[in-house]
């Protein structure tokens, strides 16, 4: 049974470019969050989706950022016109469950640099 | 709204000494506690977790937690550390009722030097 998988494991982009991060979780995981680590920060919730439904975005920026996690295939973060503040390490976490308690698994991880 | 607290960024120590790293939370409502381990461009793992019942929890690796209510709290400690131990570890927490996210702390650096 694969882990939650994130690619790519490291994007570089210029200013202005768009990244897309993607994540497929666990097999029989519905429930996926996207968190934001940046450097001497712990994490820092973007996100909450299950299939084909964003439902928390409390942590999204208003703007340029965008999530899905379509019917089938991986969820994807979207970042828009990238600027050096997005730089950061972008974590994926799955959940077979919305219940306090489930464990969330972590994927490795995409380290985007802007430049 | 729910904050974790973790009082030292950085916690160096030697081989085969015992380490504590502090964790401090605040919530309205009951919460489920968790510590996460990060190695060196890794995602992260969970090390162990609290949800009810023995305020004592423990991971496989030797390290333990204990849940103070009342001090809100959730330290970790190891008697022994090992080389293999230097990694980031994170407190977290999660709301009883569901469609809730984890909550991170800031990270503490644990060193452990030979």
Partial sequence: NAGVMQNPRHLVRRRGQEARLRCSP?????????????????????????????????GMPKERFSAEFPKEGPSILRIQQVVRGDSAAYFCASSPSSRGEAEAFFGQGTRLTVV | AQSVTQLDSQVPVFEE?????????SSSVSV?????????????????KYLS???L??????????FNKSQTSFHLRKPSVHISDTAEYFC?????????PLVFGKGTRLSVIA
């Fill in chain 1, 26 to 58: 666990m097999k029989g995981h519905s429930h996926v969050y996207w968190y934001r680590q940046l450097p001497e920060e712990g994490l820092k919730f973007m996100v909450y989706l299950q299939k084909e439904n964003i439902i928390d975005e409390s």
């Fill in chain 2, 32 to 48: 489920y506690l968790f510590w996460y381990v990060q190695y060196p461009n890794q995602g992260l793992q969970l090390l162990l």
């Fill in chain 2, 57 to 66: 929890v423990e991971s496989i690796n030797g390290f333990e937690a204990e």
């Fill in chain 2, 92 to 100: 977290a927490v999660s709301r009883f009722s569901g469609n809730t």
């Fill in chain 2, 17 to 25: 000494a015992p380490v504590e790293l502090r964790c401090n939370y």
């Fill in chain 2, 53 to 55: 019942g023995s305020t």
